[in-house]
């Protein structure tokens, strides 16, 4: 990698890291994960510079790359506590109501197709218009109709009133 590569994942990082490790400790419920997370991207874009080569801006880059990586951390720990709960090593605690909720959430988004889950991200926890999740998709406002629809038929059938609007 060259120098000016270097220096400007340097600047990329100065200016746009804090907002990457926001959405990464909402997404994953904790500093710990979201560090990791925060880390993860930056290594992946000084590893591979060319990867915002696709993307309109560097904010809808960084948005993109954590929420993918945040989802792929839900699913890794979703099969770990799986694998805990089988082996009978798994706690059960009583968590307070707003992290049940928020676990609900995770939960959910743990079960859902990769691509349905990272709309559910936009369009139910950001808030996010259909125009706005397309550009960060590059596809089409229809296409992001169809995806939520699908999204909201799925949280109906399996009873998560989250995803269900």
Not at 98 to 113: N, Q, S, W, Y
Not at 114 to 141: K, M, P, T, W
Request: aromatic share 6%; glycine share 4%; with cysteine.
């Amino acid at each position: 990698m060259t120098q000016d590569a270097q220096a400007r994942v340097a600047e990329i990082y100065r200016s746009h890291a804090a907002s990457v490790f926001r959405r990464a400790r909402w997404l994953l419920g904790n500093e710990a994960d979201a560090r990791e997370v925060l880390q993860d991207v930056f290594l992946s874009l000084l590893e591979r510079p060319n990867q915002l080569d696709g993307f309109a801006t560097i904010s809808t880059f960084l948005y993109s790359m954590t929420t993918h990586a945040c989802l792929n951390r839900l699913r890794n720990q979703k099969n770990r506590a799986r694998l805990l709960r089988e082996r009978g090593e798994m706690p059960s605690e009583q968590l307070p109501m707003a992290a049940e909720e928020r676990m609900r959430v995770r939960h959910a988004l743990e079960r859902l197709p990769a691509q349905l889950a990272e709309v559910a991200v936009y369009y139910f926890i950001d808030e996010l218009s259909h125009e706005e999740i397309a550009n960060i998709l590059g596809c089409s406002r229809r296409t992001v109709g169809n995806l939520i629809e699908r999204i909201a038929d799925w949280g109906r059938s399996q009873e998560v009133p989250c995803l269900s609007k």
